[in-house]
T-cell receptor, first 112, second 115 residues
Framework: DVKVTQSSRYLVKRTGEKVFLECVQDMDHENMFWYRQDPGLGLRLIYFSYDVKMKEKGDIPEGYSVSREKKERFSLILESASTNQTSMYLC???????????FGPGTRLTVL | GENVEQHPSTLSVQEGDSAVIKCTYS??????FPWYKQELGKRPQLIIDIRSNVGEKKDQRIAVTLNKTAKHFSLHITETQPEDSAVYFC??????????????FGKGTKLTVNP
């Protein structure tokens, strides 16, 4: 059974803080993704990675960076958090792009 | 890049009725179309997917149809039940030639099944 876990369910940070969101999957999946979910906007891809130390920008990468030092772990970094980054962040992993994406439980981030 | 439009944004049906959600995509090279269901407070989960070499796929009360000429695909749920109430997302592969392929999601449809 695939398990994707995220480091926090809820997080409150202040404007300007550096924020780390971590995602770990235990199924040896090649692909990992970070999405942002906002009401009425669906799931928007921030960054993705198809291999260790590889990363590609998604549709809304501005203000974010990522790190993938190990296959099972994919971190999302907000270098200087802003209030417009208040959102639900979902991590996902898949074996291949044409396979099911398994999502984590999400991190609801509030930036004050 | 790929653009996926999803309609309607909300849908309310009576238990036992059918529900249809439609998505259109922009890139004719797209060849994979999954549907995800997200129940309230839970993570999205794949419920069905279709590839471009197939026109229709069924799984019990759920079916997906694909019209490549018109560039649209639809989710059909028959004999709806209250547990079908959720947000449904369609998606399509963005066959971006300058980088790696990725999924692009529609904005979602909130389906409510009234008992």
């Amino acid at each position: 059974d695939v398990k994707v876990t995220q480091s926090s369910r809820y997080l409150v940070k202040r404007t300007g803080e550096k924020v780390f969101l971590e995602c770990v999957q235990d199924m040896d999946h090649e692909n990992m993704f970070w999405y942002r979910q906002d009401p009425g906007l669906g799931l928007r891809l921030i960054y993705f990675s198809y291999d260790v130390k590889m990363k590609e920008k998604g549709d809304i990468p501005e203000g974010y960076s990522v790190s993938r030092e190990k296959k099972e772990r994919f971190s999302l970094i907000l270098e200087s958090a802003s209030t417009n980054q208040t959102s639900m962040y979902l991590c996902a992993s898949s074996l291949r792009i044409y396979n099911e994406q398994f999502f984590g439980p999400g991190t609801r981030l509030t930036v004050l | 890049g790929e653009n996926v439009e999803q309609h309607p944004s909300t849908l309310s049906v009576q238990e036992g009725d059918s529900a249809v959600i439609k998505c259109t995509y922009s890139d004719s090279a797209s060849n994979y179309f999954p549907w995800y269901k997200q129940e309230l407070g839970k993570r999205p989960q794949l419920i069905i997917d279709i590839r471009s070499n197939v026109g229709e796929k069924k799984d019990q009360r759920i079916a997906v149809t694909l019209n490549k000429t018109a560039k649209h695909f639809s989710l059909h749920i028959t004999e709806t039940q209250p547990e079908d109430s959720a947000v449904y997302f369609c998606a399509a592969i963005d066959p971006y030639q300058g980088g790696s392929e990725k999924l692009v999601f529609g904005k979602g449809t909130k389906l409510t099944v009234n008992p």
